[in-house]
């Protein structure tokens, strides 16, 4: 069974950083393209990022571009989002995501999601 | 970015059939994907590349389209089905749309 779990959450001031981990398990996490997606408190889905196989490619949306690191560890099966400048637009659930295989793929698998706020 | 329009809120008795659309600023060929959330819980993928029906979700949900508009159908409602409903694209990038919010009478 394939899982993904977020950790690394909380609350942070404006222009702080902090680090979001997702662990996966149930699937050969190297074998795929993996993603960031948040929501807002009461609004849509928002892509924020996501990475290749190797890590070698990396991509971002506009809002987060030079703020914001992906990456990963396959060898610890486990995906990271770097936040640094946190700012309070960026106050969202964040979901860790796995296209069903390539990269144009939709997102099959979700964790649970983890709650960052950013707020003085 | 490519930008999905979606329909408003919607209200429908259950048994009923109801459609919700999706419409794309440009085309995004039949890469379009249809996702259910419930309150507190993450989404789910319903139906991928227009058409295609997610395992283990159940038939009464379908999808069509290509280019720019996209319908999602479920046929006939149940209770169950009571949640926001959110398009996505992956031609460029990945965007999704603001979301319906599906409600039963």
């Known amino acids: 069974e394939v899982q993904l779990v977020e950790s690394g959450g909380g609350l942070v001031q404006p222009g702080r950083s902090l680090k979001l981990s997702c662990a996966a398990s149930g699937f050969t996490f190297s074998n795929y393209d993996m993603a960031w997606v948040r929501q807002a408190p009461t609004k849509g889905l928002e892509w924020v990022a996501s990475i290749s196989t190797g890590g070698g490619n990396t991509y971002y949306r506009d809002s987060v571009k030079g703020r914001f690191t992906i990456s990963r560890d396959n060898a610890k099966s486990t995906l990271y989002l770097q936040m640094d400048s946190l700012r309070s637009e960026d106050t969202a659930t964040y979901y860790c995501?796995?296209?069903?295989?390539?990269?144009?793929?939709?997102?099959?698998?979700w964790g649970q999601g983890t709650l960052v706020t950013v707020s003085s | 970015d490519t930008v999905l329009t979606q329909s408003p809120a919607l209200a429908v008795s259950p048994g009923e059939r109801v459609t919700i659309s999706c419409r794309a600023s440009e085309s995004v060929s039949t890469l379009m994907h249809w996702y259910q959330q419930k309150p507190g819980q993450q989404p789910k993928l319903l139906i991928y590349?227009?058409?295609n029906l997610e395992s283990g979700v159940p038939a009464r949900f379908s999808g069509s389209g290509s280019g720019t508009d996209f319908t999602l159908t479920i046929d006939p409602v149940e209770a169950d089905d009571t949640a926001t409903y959110y398009c996505q694209q992956s031609w460029n990038d990945y965007t999704f749309g603001a979301g319906t919010k599906l409600e039963l009478k």
């Open positions: 590349l227009a058409s």
């Open positions: 995501a796995r296209p069903i295989m390539y990269t144009t793929d939709p997102f099959a698998y």
